[in-house]
């Protein structure tokens, strides 16, 4: 006799070997999903602060100044690269970039919250120089 196909407990055995993979893949999956969604806000945060170093040294009134706060809609006003955030909703209105000038040091922090997650907050911005992925965090 001339058998074809596969019996019942291969196939069981093959649906169990398969759902116990996914189990273990599946978690492993939305980890790395969260980890770019992270790195992408932070790069976001990167070219913000970028534009608002262009638009210091586009203009002498503000490199005049000791300290100014960018909104975030003055600097994406001109720039395509940056709508969204990684999470599907828009970036915030309160969100800004701090420019700072004491004895000739210049600085600049952020503060940008998404639909999900925050870099610094309101009353604290995150320093250029601390941008780490570790400063993004879910908020909601």
């Known amino acids: 006799m001339n058998k074809k196909g596969f019996t019942l407990t ?19 999956i939305v980890d ?9 806000m932070l790069d976001d945060a990167k070219k913000i602060i970028s534009l608002a170093k262009l638009e210091v040294n586009a ?9 100014h706060d960018f909104s ?3 600097l994406l006003e001109n720039s395509s690269d940056i709508k969204n955030d990684p999470d599907g909703g828009t970036y915030q209105s309160d969100s800004y970039v701090r420019y700072s000038k004491n004895d000739g040091n210049v600085t600049y922090c952020i ?6 997650r925050t870099i610094g907050t309101i009353d604290n911005c995150v320093y250029e120089s601390d941008l780490y992925s570790k400063n993004v965090v879910k908020s909601k």
């Open 10 to 28: 291969e196939l069981l055995a093959v649906i169990a070997i398969i759902g116990i993979l996914s189990l273990i893949a599946i978690p492993n």
């Open 32 to 40: 790395i999903m969260d980890n770019i969604k992270r790195d992408n």
């Open 59 to 67: 203009n002498y009134s503000i490199r005049q100044e000791n300290s």
């Open 72 to 74: 975030l809609s003055t």
């Open 111 to 116: 503060y940008l919250e998404g639909s999900k």
